[in-house]
Nanobody, 128 residues
Framework: VQLQASGGGLVQAGDSLRLSCALS????????MAWFRQTPAKEREFVAG????????VYGDSVKGHVTISRGNVRNTVVLQMDSLKPEDTAVYYCAATSKTFSAPRLGVKARESFDNWGQGTLVTVSS
């Protein structure tokens, strides 16, 4: 399984940005997929996720209201739409995926430890 993330870049505060992630290698099943982000000062933080069974969207508390995650048209692709970006959104954003079965998928996708496949990371820089 490989994850290819794209869409990062340098934007100004208030701008929007869209990140995409595509999984390749095992496309016959639906994966739980999520975005995490990390800065040098913080641990990797959950941003948003989509469950593989129902496609339910789950959001981290720090981004609720200004990001939207959705499944792409192709199976096992996700899009993270970020609006009204702030300098504190500056981070390396990582796409993650897992085929594990969760008793509570909406909780499972929020945990960094749930994921066994990670993309290479894409840098988002928001200038003030």
């Amino acid at each position: 399984v490989q994850l290819q993330a794209s869409g990062g870049g340098l934007v100004q505060a208030g701008d929007s940005l869209r990140l995409s992630c595509a999984l390749s290698g095992r496309t016959s099943i639906s994966f739980h997929m999520a975005w995490f982000r990390q800065t040098p000062a913080k641990e990797r933080e959950f941003v948003a996720g989509v469950t593989g069974d129902t496609g339910a969207a789950v959001y981290g508390d720090s981004v609720k209201g200004h990001v939207t995650i959705s499944r792409g048209n192709v199976r096992n692709t996700v899009v993270l739409q970020m609006d009204s970006l702030k300098p504190e959104d500056t981070a390396v954003y990582y796409c993650a995926a897992t085929s594990k079965t969760f008793s509570a998928p909406r909780l499972g996708v929020k945990a960094r430890e749930s994921f066994d496949n990670w993309g290479q990371g894409t840098l988002v820089t928001v200038s003030s």
